[in-house]
């Protein structure tokens, strides 16, 4: 069961404009939300994450929203370049008293035009 | 460069064959994860250990099993190897077991079986 989904496999964008990837979650208990970037070969980079106890979370030209009555998380890439192309992941954690579960969608692949 | 290493970079073996998968974490990092990545899939979380210990299992088929050393670098253990278990293997590490969310991934280790 895919707890965190992220429905559009690709995006395009122009230099310049916003890029805005989506993801959906099913688990209320998560408590915390990461985006990672992944270019080809390498493993993922974390870029930008929010606590479940924020609603937006901002970093440069990277901003996250979080709409926890929607279980929904955007990531705002502002303005976008084509070094940010590449595919980015979700994901979300359950911070148990030992140790922390990991859900991750299955990827957006972020195409920016010059 | 993350600063977490994980050999091999590449393994083709057989079904029914065994193989284990190796991950060096960052210096100073006490917590390292591991996942798979199927074709099209996400990163499916497997287990994480913190200081030796484990501490959070996902989807981990008993016939993967993981641990990690007093020097904190890990190993992940695959036995009958089915040609559904052919993905990237991706070992991640962290500072702190709990309460914080930031992971540092390694390239990975792309298994083939065949």
């Known amino acids: 069961d895919q707890q965190v989904k992220q429905n559009s496999p690709s995006l395009s964008v122009q230099e310049g404009r916003i890029s805005i990837l989506n993801c959906d979650y099913t688990?209320?208990?998560?408590?915390?939300f990461l985006w990672y970037k992944k270019y080809p070969a390498e493993g993922p980079t974390f870029l930008i994450s929010i606590s479940s106890i924020k609603d937006k979370n901002e970093d440069g030209r990277f901003t996250v929203f979080l709409n926890k009555s929607a279980k929904h998380l955007s990531l705002h890439i502002v303005p976008s370049q084509p070094g940010d192309s590449a595919v980015y992941f979700c994901a979300a954690s359950i911070s148990a008293n030992t140790g922390n579960q990991f859900y991750f969608g299955t990827g957006t692949s972020l195409t920016v035009i010059p | 460069d993350s600063g977490v290493t994980q050999t091999p970079k590449h393994l083709i073996t057989a079904t029914g064959q065994r193989v284990t998968l190796r991950c060096s974490p960052r210096?100073?990092?006490?917590?390292v994860y591991w996942y798979q990545q199927s074709l099209d899939q996400g990163l499916q979380f497997l287990i994480h250990y913190y200081n030796g210990e484990e501490r959070a299992k996902g989807n981990i088929l008993e016939r993967f099993s993981a641990q990690q050393f007093p020097d904190l670098h890990s190993e992940l253990n695959l036995s009958s190897l089915e040609l559904g278990d052919s993905a990237l293997y991706f070992c991640?590490?962290?500072?702190?077991?709990?309460?914080?969310?930031?992971?540092?991934f390694g390239p990975g280790t792309r298994l083939t079986v065949l």
């Open positions: 210096s100073g990092d006490l917590s």
């Open positions: 688990n209320s208990m998560f408590d915390y």
């Open positions: 991640a590490s962290s500072v702190v077991s709990v309460g914080t969310n930031e992971q540092f």
